[in-house]
């Protein structure tokens, strides 16, 4: 195996790879222990956190995971980087499976795989110099490049929108959004074909967000690199990434392009989802708008999800069928070429606005009809 690994090294920049996958997820799994009894600590359940995902990344595209906070997707993308082991479930990068892959197996595509951390304040080694974060990634895989690893480290500062005169600085020498950049220039530091980019601007304030997004995807552009993007900000999503898959609860529910998701969405869940974006209505006539979908209650519980399909119990379609059967994830009649979803019966593909809005919560229903 350690020598089926060995990949080739020159980046796929040819117009006809551009659909030739480079991760192919297959039934991902991850169930974590938990523990209770006393005095002896045994097992008395497991957190289904990641639950039989299935996801495509191909060579140079951007590839976004949203959902509720808690759904998975953090899980998901430590697992494809292999921080995390999987319980079951494959993950091929490159046509090789790596989902058992040793440490020392692993080796080779590690450079290859690279990931963009949530928080930039922990993320860095706060007792090293920005030059020294940096160079690690390559002074780990023994990498030398040509002029040297110093210079290497300021062109990629200079690439990231930083001063390369800051080689010597720490990291509390610099605020949030400088940070982030500095966790980019490290995950570019072994020209990686694929980044894993863990919600990389939610601890950021909402004016540095859109100069982070703005320089991942010159990044991805330039260089070719693929990004799997997980956040939960939907307009984030919809303008970096050019296919969307929806999670919930541990499952994903509905995958598609970006304008046939955001336009002709199929699931209910994906419906609410889009249903909360904040719309600004700068004309003087009420055009209606979108519907407004809130939903009953909080995300079931990991440990003992609901039977049949997960969102059931918050969703206004729910039938008999909805608890008895799984809804595999196909595509459905209506629904463009790759657009696939997860339900026994999907919604119309339009997100105009209805008649009244769908209040499921019955003590928000109450409320509004007292002050009425």
Not at 137 to 158: A, D, F, Q, S, T
Not at 208 to 229: C, D, P, R, W
Not at 234 to 242: E, I, K, M, Y
């Amino acid at each position: 195996m350690k020598e089926d690994l060995v990949l080739p090294s020159p980046r796929e920049t040819a117009e006809g790879a551009a659909r030739e996958p480079l991760l192919d997820v297959s039934g991902l799994t991850k169930h974590f222990p938990v523990k209770g009894g006393f005095p002896i600590r045994r097992t008395v359940g497991h957190v289904q956190a990641v639950d039989g995902v299935d996801l495509t990344v191909h060579v140079g595209e951007s590839f976004g995971l949203v959902g509720e906070s808690g759904c998975g997707k953090s899980t998901t993308g430590r697992l494809i980087t292999r921080l995390l082991e999987p319980t079951s479930g494959t993950i091929s990068y490159r046509g090789q499976d790596i989902s058992r892959a040793s440490r020392k197996e692993l080796a080779p595509i590690r450079s290859e795989i690279q990931m963009i951390f949530q928080d930039p304040y922990s993320s860095l080694n706060p007792r090293q110099t920005v030059g020294k974060i940096i160079s690690n990634p390559m002074e780990i895989n023994g990498i030398e490049p040509e002029g040297g690893r110093e210079k290497r480290v300021r062109e990629l500062l200079e690439i990231v929108g930083l001063n390369p005169e800051h080689f010597n600085r720490f990291p509390h020498e610099f605020s949030g959004g400088q940070r982030q950049r500095i966790g980019v220039a490290r995950a570019l530091a072994l020209e990686p074909k694929l980044i894993v980019a863990d919600e990389p601007v939610s601890a950021l304030d909402v004016s540095i967000q859109a100069q982070v997004v703005n320089l991942l995807q010159k990044v991805q552009k330039e260089l070719g690199i693929a990004f799997l993007f997980i956040a939960h900000d939907l307009a984030v999503v919809r303008h970096f990434s050019q296919r969307v898959a929806v999670m919930y609860l541990g499952k994903i529910i509905e995958v598609g392009d970006r304008d046939s998701i955001y336009t002709r969405p199929r699931h209910p869940y994906t419906h609410a989802l889009l249903s909360a974006v904040p719309e600004v209505n700068l004309s003087d006539e009420d055009t209606g708008g979108r519907e407004r979908i809130r939903l009953a209650g909080d995300v079931p519980s990991p440990i003992s999800p609901p039977s049949g399909c997960r969102f059931r119990t918050r969703c206004w379609k729910a039938q008999d069928k909805c608890a008895t059967e799984e809804p595999p994830l196909i595509q459905i009649s209506g629904n463009r070429a790759g657009h696939l979803t997860a339900c026994h019966f999907p919604e119309e593909p339009t997100i105009e606005a209805r008649d009244e809005d769908i209040v499921l919560d019955p003590a928000l229903a109450a409320l509004e009809e007292s002050e009425d």
